[in-house]
């Protein structure tokens, strides 16, 4: 049985992803049930699945150019047999139907938690061991650059120019009255959005001198929503989910995703004072490192204004469809709306 079945998932594909379970298992007793409410938004269809009794995620990967089935499953396959970090558990997956079941992992997803320095202290420490992972040895398991990788300074704007140019091929088709375009006048998003992009475009202070340096392993989506602190064991540790983007991408840009991601909701400005200095501590960052990280979490900052503007956009909204049944539209679009105006706000508030 299956609840909620994302719209642009074929039924005839959905029943055959329940005979693959049934075959695996050995059983009839497969439910899945959708484990998102009318806000929640994503890239591919997680189910909390029972079979006989116990709680797996079943997850199904929205198919696109980000080849989300196997960076997610070759990593979670890799880190299950060498421990680096910890993920939840691989246990089926089927590249044909594009879905993977993976173990139910017990804890509290940090982004619902109140954060403490332990929390940060052990945030580093993983980042330290992903950081430990060479390039050179391990190309032929983890073959693709991050999802959007920022090699050299220039690719954080071409990453905005790509995300902003889509949003407004759409904005410029829309009709005068329509809801989207008011509230982007209203707002002045446009103008605003491409005031603060000349102004950090024309930035004097990065030092190129740290664009060669090696390629780190990137999570790509290193967000408190992605970790899970299970507090009962005494050995604490976290635990990584959602890795549809991962590869190879520059240190910094890994650091400023996670200080500039707009809905981190409990990192407030002291525990991201606390992150950089252990970060400078553990994984050794030089001066030039620290100058270029300021600058370029205000630029992944507004890569986040331009993800939000694109993300209202009909292929992304097909995305959020296909993951979530339940999406409700409206409120979805005023919501990205919302975030992409506060993020101009508060970009202009530190560069005006």
């Not at 189910?47 to 089935?69: N, P, Q, S, V």
């Amino acid at each position: 049985m299956a609840e909620n079945i994302p719209e642009y998932d074929s039924k005839e594909n959905f029943k055959k992803i329940i005979s693959k379970l049934t075959e695996f298992f050995k059983t009839s007793s497969v439910e899945l049930i959708s484990i998102y409410e009318d806000n929640d938004i994503n890239n591919s269809a997680v189910y909390e699945t029972h079979i006989d009794g116990k709680k797996y995620i079943l997850k199904h990967y929205y198919i696109d150019e980000w080849e989300r089935f196997d960076r997610e499953t070759e990593a979670i396959k890799y880190f299950n047999s060498n421990q680096i970090v910890k993920t939840p558990e691989l246990i089926f997956a089927d590249k044909d139907l594009q879905f993977a079941v993976y173990s139910f992992e017990k804890g509290v997803n940090l982004n619902k938690a109140v954060l403490s320095s332990n929390h940060i202290e052990l945030i580093v420490d993983c980042l330290k061991s992903l950081f430990s992972l060479n390039h050179q040895d391990l190309q032929n398991i983890f073959p693709r650059y991050a999802g959007r990788a920022c090699v050299m300074f220039s690719n954080y704007f071409e990453n905005i120019n790509t995300k902003f140019g889509l949003f407004l091929k759409y904005y410029d088709n829309l009709r005068e009255d329509n809801q989207i375009k008011l509230y982007c006048k209203k707002e002045n998003i446009v103008e605003r959005f491409q005031k603060v992009y000349t102004i950090l475009k024309k930035h004097p202070s990065f030092d190129k001198s740290t664009e060669n340096s090696k390629l780190t392993f990137n999570h790509c989506s290193f967000h408190l929503q992605n970790m899970i602190f299970d507090g009962s064991k005494l050995s604490s540790n976290l635990c990584f989910i959602d890795f549809e983007y991962c590869g190879w991408d520059s240190k910094l840009r890994v650091l400023a995703d996670f200080l500039a991601y707009p809905k981190n909701k409990y990192l407030d400005n002291n525990l991201k004072s606390e992150f950089i200095k252990k970060c400078e501590q553990k994984l050794e960052l030089s001066p030039s490192d620290l100058k270029n990280l300021t600058l370029i979490t205000k630029i992944m900052s507004h890569e986040y204004t331009a993800t939000f503007l694109n993300s209202i956009t009909p292929q992304v909204l097909r995305r959020r469809r296909f993951a979530n049944a339940n999406l409700n539209e409206i409120n979805y679009i005023n919501n990205e709306l919302a975030r992409a105006s506060e993020n101009i706000t508060k970009l202009e508030a530190e560069l005006l």
